[in-house]
């Protein structure tokens, strides 16, 4: 086996994801790289945010890189500080020579990316009459349905696919029990979603006041929570990077990646 380069990898994640389709606001693609001469990449971890935990992990699988989604470096840095949090993940992984890669909303709009595969989620098989991108930057997706669909259905394929036990549910007071559209925004889909027209909108997290227009608007809101509308996808990312490299590159989900939220 040949283990591929940094570069090499980060190629096939521009393939999978274009950084230039990414919101101007956002910080996509090597955020950290501690060696000067890049080694190879024998091994990946895929996560939805870096953790403390999830570099210990990481460490203990001697990854060479870790794919996160969300950016760990957001906002300019003055000082890095052991802080238990992303500071502290970022060094450990830099003092382990771990570099840090992030796609972020370049995935959300990229074709057959975050924001198909949610698709995919809510239809449960079925064949849309029609599907376009929504929001600025595409980063959403709208459908309509070739027939009805119940919209306790939608909720039961919501659970199952997205792996959890609760949502949380906005409804207008005379809703129909059926649905003919849907509009879907991975994690925080308020700018997203905001003003589509569509009978549901289905998202991670959407502020009070933003679910409260969308009701008097004549639309039902449906909450999965901010990262489980996002960590499904690492499989199906996990799969396109294997395939890329015919089993040179071993890639594994973090199973110390978890939404930070639990039902109670």
């Known amino acids: 086996m040949a283990a591929p380069s940094l570069a090499e990898v980060v190629d096939i994640l521009h393939e999978i994801a ?13 955020l950290l790289q501690p060696n000067a001469r890049p080694r190879k990449v024998a091994r990946a971890l895929l996560t939805i945010d870096l953790t403390v935990a999830v570099v210990a992990e990481a460490m203990a699988a001697r990854a060479d890189l870790v794919v996160s989604y969300h950016p ?16 502290e993940a970022l060094l450990r992984a830099a003092a382990a020579g771990i570099a840090v890669y992030s796609p972020h909303t370049a995935l959300d709009a990229a ?3 975050l924001a198909d595969w949610l698709v995919g989620c809510v239809l449960g098989g079925d064949t849309p009459k029609e599907l376009r991108p929504c929001g600025d930057g595409e980063f959403g997706r709208v ?15 919501c659970k199952r696919k997205l792996s959890v036990r609760s949502l949380q549910v906005a409804r207008p007071a005379r809703a129909a029990a059926s649905v003919r559209s849907i509009a879907v925004a991975a994690g925080a889909g308020g700018s997203i979603l905001r003003g589509v027209a569509a009978d549901v909108l289905v998202t991670g997290e959407l502020s009070h006041h933003d ?26 990312l996990q799969k396109r990077l294997r395939s890329s490299f015919d089993g040179d590159l071993d890639v594994r989900v973090a199973k110390a990646d978890r939404d930070p939220f639990v039902v109670v």
Not at 18 to 30: F, R, Y
């Open 18 to 30: 274009p950084l230039e389709l990414a919101a101007e606001w956002d910080n996509v693609g090597v």
């Open 72 to 87: 760990p470096i957001f906002q300019p840095l003055k000082r890095l500080h052991a802080d238990g949090g992303a500071q």
């Open 111 to 113: 074709p057959s990316g």
């Open 143 to 157: 459908v309509t349905l070739a027939r009805p669909l119940a919209f306790r259905t939608l909720l039961q394929r």
């Open 211 to 236: 679910a409260l227009a969308a009701v008097a608007a004549g639309r039902s809101v449906v909450l999965a929570g901010h990262s489980n509308t996002e960590r499904g996808f690492l499989k199906v």
